[in-house]
């Protein structure tokens, strides 16, 4: 009995040890952008994790690793301007607005070539504030494109479109990480 239970916790540690060493890290990559995300305040914004920017043969992936955030669905966008400041309408106005390469001068879904390229698929973040769920930007191609703009997350949800209120009716910019 005593070598059956060696023996079933020796096969345990290995099949941890085999299962542990198939998690993915985009840190691994070779190429990859690290983005340090801040929430935003008015008394000083606050580190809430990172976000890993991976090139992939579909577009750039997006991977969080965030903590502290309210929980839900909130629009994630890549804005103009490398700059998390805030402005007199507000935190975070300083990143301008979604960045819109191609001048379409529309929101839209993430795959749509008739929005702005920065339109990213809603961020979710669970129960404990924790968002680590990757999303994937198909108009993205290159990393290189990233540099220069910024990386925000929005109160509440996207519906990808203008109506019935612009910017898929997202809410204040709450989090955000300047690109370099």
């Not at 079933?8 to 085999?18: E, K, P, R, V």
């Not at 990386?151 to 019935?164: A, R, Y």
């Amino acid at each position: 009995m005593k070598r059956l239970i060696t023996s079933m916790l020796g096969i345990g540690l290995i099949t941890n040890i085999a299962f542990s060493a198939d998690i993915y890290n985009p840190k691994d990559e070779k190429t990859h952008l690290v983005i340090p995300m801040e929430a935003l305040s008015q008394e000083g914004n606050k580190n809430v994790g990172e976000v890993i920017a991976v090139e992939t043969k579909y577009g750039i992936a997006f991977y969080p690793n965030l903590k502290g955030i309210a929980s839900g669905l909130h629009g994630f966008h890549i804005h103009e301007n490398p700059d998390c400041g805030a402005t007199e309408k507000g935190l975070g106005m300083k990143a301008g607005g979604h960045w819109d390469k191609y001048k379409t001068n529309a929101h839209s879904y993430p795959w749509s070539d008739k929005g702005h390229i920065g339109d990213l698929p809603a961020l979710y973040v669970d129960e404990k504030g924790v968002a680590n769920n990757p999303v994937l930007s198909p108009k993205i191609k290159s990393l290189a494109e990233l540099k220069n703009h910024s990386l925000m997350i929005h109160v509440g949800g996207d519906n990808h479109h203008d109506t019935p209120a612009v910017l898929g009716g997202g809410g204040a910019r709450m989090v955000c990480g300047v690109i370099k």
